[in-house]
């Protein structure tokens, strides 16, 4: 059973930066992939920035420019760089693991929120 760690947001001014962090634990955490997901008050999870099979990164329209994912393998760690950050950014941000024939995982969430 895969699980997930994240950790990393916090309070922001616009123009501000911030890294997250997720990191993947349990014996096949490294077969999957893994991307950024974020949940505003009122609105539904959607996709930030994630993984693409076989290779390549894929990004929602809105962050392209501004946000940056990276994998660390040897620690299994999805990193998202934040950069000039600005308040339709403030949400809960989620990790999620993926793996074909497996279960979804998800992580418990980081708020962001930017504020002046």
């Known amino acids: 059973q895969v699980q997930l760690a994240e950790s990393g947001g916090g309070l922001v001014q616009p123009g501000g930066s911030l890294r997250l962090y997720c990191t993947a634990s349990g014996s096949s955490a490294s077969s999957g992939t893994m991307g950024w997901y974020r949940q505003a008050p009122g609105k539904q999870r959607e996709l930030v920035a994630q993984e693409i099979s076989g290779g390549g990164t894929n990004y929602a329209d809105s962050v392209k420019g501004r946000f940056t994912i990276s994998r660390d393998n040897a620690k299994n760690t999805l990193t998202l760089q934040l950069n000039n950050l600005k308040f339709d950014d403030t949400a809960v941000y989620y990790c999620?693991?993926?793996?074909?024939?497996?279960?979804?995982?998800w992580g418990q969430g980081t708020q962001v929120t930017v504020f002046s």
């Open positions: 999620r693991w993926t793996r074909w024939g497996s279960p979804t995982v």
